[in-house]
């Protein structure tokens, strides 16, 4: 029903920034929330940021004051500005988008719809 595409994912040396991107397509609602996951290898799925359909925004710890999750409405898009980043965020990055449910953000399994993951890696 929706269709999440990312951009933005690549190499970058420590200290960099990135930007991801992830256009909703298809039967779209308004009342959703959409999370950034992401998995390196040999780890857990971690979810990393979440804005809710009333734009309340949550971050794990280990990003909180680097990356910041915002969303444009207009374009059916949500980002994720990734700035300091270090060696340790390389991972696959994920988007993700629910009906908000109003808790459980940060449980991947709540989440309906999923991009395809990009791969962010961060050099030394």
């Known amino acids: 029903q929706v269709q999440l595409v990312e951009s933005g994912g690549g190499l970058v040396q420590a200290g960099g920034s990135l930007r991801l991107s992830c256009a909703a397509s298809?039967?779209?609602?308004?009342?959703?929330?959409t999370a950034w996951f992401r998995q390196a290898p040999g780890k857990e799925r971690e979810c990393v940021a979440v804005i809710s359909w009333r734009n309340n925004i949550y971050y794990t710890d280990s990003v909180k004051g680097r990356f910041t999750i915002s969303r444009d409405n207009a374009k059916n898009t949500v980002y994720l500005q990734m700035n300091s980043l270090k060696p340790e965020d390389t991972a696959v990055y994920y988007c993700?988008?629910?009906?908000?449910?109003?808790?459980?953000?940060?449980?991947?399994?709540?989440?309906?719809?999923w991009g395809q993951g990009t791969q962010v890696t961060v050099s030394s």
């Open positions: 993700a988008a629910q009906r908000d449910s109003g808790r459980y953000y940060f449980d991947p399994l709540k989440y309906d719809y």
């Open positions: 298809g039967r779209t609602f308004v009342s959703y929330a």
